[in-house]
């Protein structure tokens, strides 16, 4: 199994433009997170899916979309790209219908000039 | 909403010293989890405690979760090189995991 993947590593954006942080897990899990992890805040709950389908917003969903059409992916969308969101992200899965165990990806690191 | 608070922020050891990192919850938790993160690298899960006052233990490593299910801690005995990292604990409040702010440990040896 190659665990939780993310793509890309590493992404520079413009002030504007949008893009999608992609997020595939192949355990068959249900529940997928994605967060955000800056310097002394910890990581912090952005959009998350309890399964294909269903999804809902954690503490700092503003500025970012999801989506789960199928248990194995889960990607992140910026709408419309701003400095405030230059962090690391980590998308995370767990294999139960609630946040247990959470396994995560290598992050993908976003810098918004 | 809920709110989960680690201190300290940071601690630097001496080789062989324990280290101890605290966590608090806002609100009261349905279970607790600990997670270390090395430099440049993503969380890896290391405990989860589900009952009032529940201790385990892992080598070196003690967890412990406490009576009111509202504060946590991790405790290294004799820290190594190795430990170096930060470590993070999250709890779970319905469906949500909410991480704490973590605390960076540095070991000199």
């Given at each position: 199994n190659a665990g939780v993947t993310q793509t890309p590593k590493f ?10 942080l992609q997020c595939a897990q192949d355990m068959?899990h249900?529940?997928m997170s994605w967060y955000r992890q ?5 990581l912090?709950?952005i ?25 194995e992916d889960f990607p992140l ?11 690391v992200y980590f998308c995370a899965s767990t ?7 959470q396994f995560f990806g290598p992050g993908t690191r976003l810098?918004?000039? | ?34 997670y270390?993160q090395?430099?440049?690298g993503h969380p890896v899960f ?64």
């Amino acid at each position: 199994n190659a665990g939780v993947t993310q793509t890309p590593k590493f992404q520079v954006l413009k002030t504007g433009q949008s893009m999608t942080l992609q997020c595939a897990q192949d355990m068959n899990h249900e529940y997928m997170s994605w967060y955000r992890q800056d310097p002394g805040m910890g990581l912090r709950l952005i959009h998350y899916s309890v399964g294909a389908g269903i999804t809902d917003q954690g503490e700092v969903p503003n500025g970012y979309n999801v989506s789960r059409s199928t248990t194995e992916d889960f990607p992140l969308r910026l709408l419309s790209a701003a400095p405030s969101q230059t962090s690391v992200y980590f998308c995370a899965s767990t294999p139960r219908g609630g946040p247990g165990e959470q396994f995560f990806g290598p992050g993908t690191r976003l810098t918004v000039l | 909403g809920q709110q989960v608070m680690q201190i300290p922020q940071y601690q630097h050891v001496q080789e062989g010293e324990d280290f101890t990192t605290y966590c608090n919850s806002s609100t009261t938790l349905s279970n607790i989890q600990w997670y270390k993160q090395r430099p440049g690298g993503h969380p890896v899960f290391l405990i989860q405690l589900v009952k009032s006052g529940e201790v385990k233990k892992q080598k070196r490593l003690t967890f412990q979760f406490g009576e009111a299910k509202k504060n946590s801690s991790l405790h290294i005995t004799a820290t190594q090189t190795t430990d170096v990292g930060t470590y993070f604990c999250a709890g779970k409040n319905t469906d949500k995991l909410i991480f704490g702010t973590g605390t960076r440990l540095q070991v000199f040896p």
